[in-house]
């Protein structure tokens, strides 16, 4: 007699019936058997067919756009990600490694809740484990825990892993010395080969030596099994094993049942059965495996199964797609910033120029390179929301907001635009993404829904129509009934950065304009940089004013120190000129700190003085600086920031009546865009502004490249005047010093 079990599939080439057939020719092979034909059954290759990759294609397509529509202002990272992913979803029985995808952005753009309606529109929620790094960091076991989900039913399966807050899986410390994360180890693994060492705990799994020690007792008292069940000293059997209550029945009524005296109950069986149901088909064939078993071989599966739960066993996730998501601030440079008045266009427009190559010299700064060679080089990066991304969000939420209403309340809710606009003023701070927009939403609008149903019910209850507005600090709530006004109510709502954002007018705004001011004019008539827009009043109540620049500097040359030192202290220069040196406000305290930290660190750090050297404080790990405090370079570092001084009070007394009329102008308005900046300075600057191309609006005008290309055309390469033999006789010379300097 033998066991067996038929697996039916089709052959979709030659549309054949096969049949795969395994025989367990005796008894004692049906648990080897089993899992021999599950094994088998693993590695069959189910190739799709033609029309099963068409249906996945386009079931990705419509998952695309579907996010698109849900997830605004990142079409091209979504696009990046479904690509990155097609050949899994399809094809995922030729991947032999996991695909890792590098998601990195600023907090709130949405790189969490993005794979998390990817998982549920490609329908793989039961399959999608997401560990926080952030809160796994101090716990060794909770990756381990969660992957043990994947062993027990997933195990060389297609899923989708979420390594979210993954800068806090750092391996490094900020001085770059190793940091001991015992908790991630398992996670380079995962991300290397995709195949796991894992210790399988089962639950209740420790009740096993307790129930052999019982056994044991059991047979030494002369209890005999057969087949499973008890032949001999039931009643004794039943005393020792605690079953009393279980086995309350009459003499008759046992003989009738011989399964109520199995050597292992029933109720124990089934636990078994969870500890090795990856060995079984299924708890019948695991059950019959039993019934083949005498008390001594009872008891040593017993123990096997118990030695083995303390063994590893191998975790197969290369049929994987691992999300590895994070916060990288140090790449968004302008991240730290969390001034409101702050473009949301800039901070876009910055987020752009972010590539692969500033990804990953910021990992360095967190990871072993090889850690960063595991994380391969699929990186997506966010951009930040540029202000008509903001607007579509602030409109779609708003949209959902009315289709609820509709739905639930047979009222249509309309926004006026001025709610749109108060939301974006009063919500989108750049550098934090979408969550304090959508806690202004609630605020704003969420928050007066009831306000909004209840006036109608108890006022006006034919209304099928309200309209929404902000002037003025009132929210105004207008009841129509088609085209008939029937009644209305206003709120006050106080907004703060409303009421920080309104003019001052006060001797701290006159104070900050004139100092902005400078620093604009200086970068604007000497390094021909137009800014993009001047603050004399911000909301920030750590900033009074700042001047932004969208354009950057590809490079610094020798000759632009002295320009960027006079950029610097063009804010002094200005208080200085305009309200006299004794009336200079301690508001420049923190340019002449950056001054000197400038002028000090280009002629130690970089060798852009007199001596190209680097140069260090006296340290073990400067040993290949120049360690003296050398009072010459010190020197030279306040000569620099002297002649950038009067380079900047010269700029602007020559141009004073320009410094005046900006000034002015910031005094009255607390900011200035750079088209209407442009005007007035083309009108007012005594230097040649209105000539082309005078502004530079590409970061760098081309000198290098022209140089280079006019001394070729020009001059023809010179032949050494030296003869061949001197030549030599250097080159010997230099050998022979670094053949000496190797052996000292």
């Known amino acids: 007699m033998g066991a067996y079990s038929i697996l039916r599939f089709k052959n979709s080439k030659k549309n054949l019936l096969t049949e795969v057939v395994f025989l367990y020719r005796h008894p004692l092979a049906v648990q080897y058997g089993t899992l021999v034909s599950k094994t088998i059954m693993k590695k069959i290759k189910t190739v799709p067919n033609r029309h099963e990759i068409i249906r996945k294609k386009e079931k990705l397509d419509k998952v695309t756009a579907q996010l698109k529509r849900e997830f605004i202002g990142i079409d091209k990272v979504i696009d990046e990600i479904t690509d990155a992913i097609s050949s899994w979803f399809i094809f995922p029985e030729i991947q032999e490694k996991p695909v890792v995808i590098n998601l990195w952005g600023l907090t709130g753009v949405g790189k969490t809740s993005l794979v998390k309606r990817l998982v549920e529109l490609l329908s793989f929620e039961k399959k999608y484990f997401r560990f926080d790094m952030g809160e796994v960091s101090d716990n060794k076991w909770a990756i381990k825990g969660e992957l043990e989900e994947i062993y027990e039913g997933l195990n060389g399966l297609p899923v989708v892993i979420?390594?979210?807050?993954?800068?806090?899986?750092?391996?490094?410390?900020?001085?770059?010395?190793?940091?001991?994360?015992?908790?991630?180890?398992?996670?380079?693994?995962?991300?290397?080969?995709?195949?796991?060492?894992?210790?399988?705990?089962?639950?209740?799994?420790?009740?096993?030596?307790?129930?052999?020690?019982?056994?044991?007792?059991?047979?030494?008292?002369?209890?005999k099994v057969k087949n499973g069940v008890v032949i001999s000293e039931r009643d004794l059997f039943v005393k020792i094993m605690k079953l009393k209550e279980e086995f309350e029945f009459t003499q008759k009524e046992s003989e009738k049942d011989e399964s109520r005296f199995t050597f292992l109950s029933e109720s124990f069986r089934d636990q078994m059965y969870r500890w090795v149901k990856l060995k079984f088909e299924n708890s019948m064939v695991f059950n019959?495996?039993?019934?083949?078993?005498?008390?001594?071989?009872?008891?040593?599966?017993?123990?096997?199964?118990?030695?083995?739960?303390?063994?590893?066993?191998?975790l197969d996730c290369t049929k994987a797609v691992v999300f590895v998501m994070g916060n990288l601030d140090e790449a968004y440079s302008m991240s730290n910033d969390f001034n409101p008045d702050m473009s949301a266009d800039d901070f876009y427009?910055?987020?752009?120029?972010?590539?692969?190559?500033?990804?990953?010299?910021?990992?360095?700064?967190?990871?072993?390179?090889?850690?960063?060679?595991?994380?391969?080089?699929?990186?997506?990066?966010?951009?930040?929301f540029s202000n008509h991304s903001y607007q579509k969000i602030i409109k779609s939420e708003l949209n959902s907001i009315t289709k609820t209403i509709k739905r639930n309340h047979q009222l249509h809710l309309e926004f006026d635009n001025s709610i749109n606009e108060v939301i974006y003023r009063e919500g989108v701070y750049p550098t934090q993404g979408t969550?304090?927009?959508?806690?202004?939403?609630?605020q704003i609008v969420r928050s007066k829904l009831s306000k909004i149903i209840c006036f109608r019910e108890l006022n006006c209850q034919e209304a099928d129509r309200v309209i929404i507005s902000y002037n003025n600090e009132l929210i105004n709530f207008s009841y129509f009934e088609k085209k008939t006004f029937l009644k209305e109510f206003s709120?006050?709502?106080?907004?703060?950065?409303?009421?920080?954002?309104?003019?001052?007018?006060?001797?701290?705004?006159?104070?900050?304009?004139?100092?902005?001011?400078?620093?604009?004019?200086?970068?604007?008539?000497?390094m021909r940089i137009l800014p993009e827009r001047i603050f004399s009043s911000t909301v920030d109540t750590e900033t009074a004013g700042f001047v932004f620049f969208n354009e950057r500097a590809k490079y610094t040359?020798?000759?632009?120190?002295?320009?960027?030192?006079?950029?610097?202290?063009?804010?002094?220069?200005?208080?200085?000129?305009?309200?006299?040196?004794?009336?200079?406000?301690?508001?420049?305290?923190?340019?002449?700190?950056?001054?000197?930290?400038?002028?000090?660190?280009?002629?130690?750090?970089?060798?852009?003085?007199?001596?190209?050297?680097?140069?260090?404080?006296?340290?073990?790990?400067?040993?290949?600086?120049?360690?003296?405090?050398?009072?010459?370079?010190?020197?030279?570092?306040?000569?620099?920031?002297?002649?950038?001084?009067?380079?900047?009070?010269?700029v602007l007394e020559e141009n004073k009546f320009l410094l005046l009329k900006i000034s002015d102008y910031l005094s009255d308005h607390r900011s200035i865009e750079k088209e209407e900046l442009k005007k007035i300075i083309i009108r007012y600057s005594t230097y040649p502004v209105n000539a082309k191309d005078y502004f530079i609006t590409d970061g760098r005008e081309i000198f290098y490249r022209n140089k280079l290309k006019e001394l070729l055309e020009k001059k023809p390469i010179a032949s050494s005047s030296k003869s061949v033999s001197e030549l030599q006789l250097a080159n010997f010379s230099l050998n022979k010093l670094k053949q000496n300097d190797s052996q000292l």
């Open 162 to 223: 979420g390594l979210d807050e993954f800068q806090h899986a750092k391996t490094l410390s900020e001085n770059g010395m190793e940091v001991n994360n015992p908790a991630t180890r398992i996670v380079w693994d995962l991300l290397d080969s995709g195949m796991l060492s894992i210790v399988h705990y089962e639950r209740g799994i420790n009740e096993i030596p307790e129930t052999i020690k019982q056994l044991l007792l059991c047979v030494k008292m002369g209890v």
């Open 288 to 314: 019959k495996y039993l019934d083949t078993m005498n008390a001594q071989r009872t008891i040593e599966y017993l123990n096997k199964i118990y030695m083995d739960s303390y063994a590893d066993v191998l």
């Open 349 to 384: 427009q910055q987020s752009l120029k972010i590539n692969i190559t500033n990804i990953k010299n910021v990992l360095r700064r967190r990871f072993r390179n090889e850690q960063i060679a595991r994380l391969g080089n699929i990186h997506v990066i966010y951009p930040a």
């Open 435 to 442: 969550r304090p927009l959508f806690t202004t939403i609630h």
């Open 491 to 526: 709120e006050k709502m106080i907004l703060n950065l409303e009421v920080l954002r309104k003019e001052k007018k006060d001797d701290m705004q006159a104070i900050v304009a004139v100092h902005e001011s400078g620093h604009a004019i200086v970068a604007s008539l000497l």
């Open 557 to 650: 040359s020798k000759k632009d120190i002295l320009n960027i030192l006079a950029r610097i202290l063009g804010g002094y220069a200005a208080e200085k000129i305009v309200y006299g040196e004794e009336n200079v406000t301690l508001g420049s305290e923190g340019d002449i700190k950056r001054a000197t930290e400038f002028a000090i660190g280009i002629l130690k750090e970089c060798g852009m003085g007199k001596i190209p050297a680097k140069f260090a404080l006296a340290s073990s790990r400067s040993n290949y600086f120049i360690c003296n405090s050398n009072e010459e370079i010190e020197k030279e570092g306040v000569e620099l920031i002297k002649n950038a001084l009067v380079l900047a009070e010269k």
